[in-house]
């Protein structure tokens, strides 16, 4: 068990710094929009279950993460 919580953080570690590096690149509307697709796919989830609107976690992640690119670029386009 302890050798797949290990594979678990290595994973997740691996794939934190090749998210990072790939953003170097981006111009600020696509790294908001970027950012919105991270905090809407994390926090949807969330707001389900306290509301109890769908049990479908995927739904969720799925819809926040739409949201949070159109939030995101929105914010990207207004910043001069």
């Known amino acids: 068990m302890k050798n797949i919580q290990r594979l678990k953080v290595a994973f997740v570690a691996a794939l934190a710094v090749l998210g990072l590096g790939s953003c170097a690149n981006m111009t600020p509307q696509e790294q908001n929009r970027a950012t919105g697709q991270v905090v809407g796919g994390v926090t949807a989830p969330h707001l389900v279950r306290l509301w109890a609107v769908a049990p479908d976690a995927t739904v ?12 995101g670029g929105q914010v990207g386009s207004q910043q001069k």
Do not use: E, L
């Open 60 to 71: 969720a992640i799925a819809s926040g993460a739409v949201i949070g690119t159109v939030v």
